[in-house]
């Protein structure tokens, strides 16, 4: 009779056919590599939401990963550009760039999933005020990304006096080797914020934005 496969057996040998790395599941499902090594050991099992975001990525049920149970889907994929961001709010963005990541990363309770090209320092938050209506809107989901240098016309993500906002940045001028740059609101009503006259830390540059329409 054939030894059926342990659990760290199906999750190893589910990664290497669709071509991961431990450290790619990782960072897919929001997890440390150290987990994923311990899965596929069966020092630990994936449970919870762990669970259901790793059938996510690797394209399977809970239940095949757990029991062996069910079919495996075998649909071609590119989930090794798939990653994991934690959706976070507005007061943890303002930390974000400072040492504080790793754990603001693993005190999120929510994580989207996104296969655009993006770095392991790219987070994705909700829009809550009005600057940059009509064309975003209170509620979007937008997705950041650190690594990426905004251009003229971009959206991004600043830290500005003790808030974080939701700006576009326009490059005015350098001086003494600094660029000098504004951030500007698309709704009129709220102001221009200028880098020569306000301490400004860039967060990030825009990547993606989701609407989810409420019924």
Known sequence: MMKKESVGERIRSRRKTLKLTQQGVASGIGVSHVAVSQWEKEETLPRGENLLRLAELLQCTAAWIIDGEGEVFTTPS??????????????????????????????????????????????????????MQPDYRPGDTL???????????????????????????????????????????????????ISSEKKIELIGTMMEMRRYRVR
């Open 78 to 131: 590119t989930v090794s550009d798939v990653s994991a961001l934690p959706l976070i709010t507005l007061a943890q963005a303002a930390a974000w760039m400072q040492e504080q990541r790793l754990l603001i990363r693993q005190q999120a309770t929510r994580f989207l999933f996104s296969d655009s090209k993006l770095s392991e320092s790219a987070l994705a938050i909700t829009l809550d005020d009005a600057a």
């Open 143 to 193: 997705i950041f990304d650190p690594a990426v240098a905004p251009q003229p016309g971009d959206v991004v993500l600043a830290h500005i006096n003790g808030e974080v906002l939701v700006r576009i940045y326009r490059l005015m001028t350098e001086q003494h080797d600094e660029q000098i740059f504004s951030l500007r609101p698309l709704n009129e009503d709220f102001p221009v914020q």
